[in-house]
């Protein structure tokens, strides 16, 4: 299973837009090599559209908490659009749901980093 995915910058943040519906631990640890690639450094925040992902597993928050190291290290942040509520659910359990900012649109995570 290939990653599927496209990365834009819009303005000084950088927008990965996840195609795939599953991220388990082949599309994770692609997932983090592409983050690795695409962060430059001149960004300051990320902002990661996962409003097509209907099912992940324990490694894919580890690649979404990856890339948010590689944002606080960059001085920036990792913002999190359209998260399934399963996904949530997940995140709630293991306690990182307070990590992170969520948005249901990628147009309301541009406009409160504005």
């Known amino acids: 299973m290939q990653l599927s995915y ?4 819009i303005d000084n943040i950088l927008v990965f837009t996840i195609e795939n519906e599953v991220i388990n631990h082949t599309i994770s640890s692609q997932l983090k090599e592409i983050i690795l690639m695409e ?6 925040n990320v902002i990661l559209d996962l409003s097509n992902v209907k099912e992940m597993d324990s490694s894919g928050l580890g690649a979404i ?5 590689q944002a606080h290290n ?3 942040d990792l913002y999190l659009v359209g998260v399934a509520p399963s996904i949530m659910n997940m995140m709630q359990i293991a306690q990182l749901s307070r990590s992170f900012a969520f948005f249901d649109t990628l147009e309301e ?3 409160s980093l504005d």
Not at 6 to 9: E, H, I, M, P, R
Not at 39 to 44: L, Q, R
Not at 65 to 69: D, E, T
């Open 6 to 9: 496209s990365a834009s910058k």
């Open 39 to 44: 962060f430059t450094g001149e960004c300051e």
């Open 65 to 69: 908490l990856f890339g948010k190291r």
């Open 74 to 76: 960059c001085g920036g």
């Open 109 to 111: 995570a541009l406009e």
